[in-house]
């Protein structure tokens, strides 16, 4: 079982930045590949980061290549999102998930989401 936490969530201007934090529960957080997912209003959760186990795969969101970067300290239990030059359109809920297998398309956990908005 594993209980993510995420925050760092808040109002920011178009192209600031923001770091996201998702803190994880259980001892075996190493072996659990992570990723985030947003959620704008009206649409659908989509993929936006995943990070495997030991931190040496990662995988980008077109939308987000070369603006965010993803990252984890496994010795913290926890996972960043770290968010640059921020656009009206990476407004969303943020959303931390894990799972077992970094190529799943049914990740199994999930936290319960931070409001990034991105607004003059």
């Known amino acids: 079982q594993v209980q993510l936490v995420e925050s760092g969530g808040g109002l920011v201007q178009p192209g600031g930045s923001l770091t996201l934090s998702c803190a994880a529960s259980?001892?075996?957080?190493?072996?659990?590949?992570m990723a985030w997912f947003r959620q704008a209003p009206g649409k659908e959760r989509v993929f936006v980061a995943s990070?495997?186990?030991?931190?040496?795969?990662?995988y980008y969101a077109d939308s987000v290549k070369g603006r965010f970067t993803i990252s984890r300290d496994n010795a913290k239990n926890t996972v960043i999102l770290q968010m640059n030059n921020l656009k009206s359109e990476d407004t969303a809920v943020y959303y931390c998930?894990?799972?077992?297998?970094?190529?799943?398309?049914?990740?199994?956990?999930w936290g319960q989401g931070t409001q990034v908005t991105v607004s003059s």
């Open positions: 998930a894990a799972d077992l297998y970094q190529a799943t398309t049914t990740w199994h956990y």
């Open positions: 259980g001892r075996t957080f190493s072996s659990y590949a």
């Open positions: 990070i495997s186990g030991n931190g040496g795969v990662t």
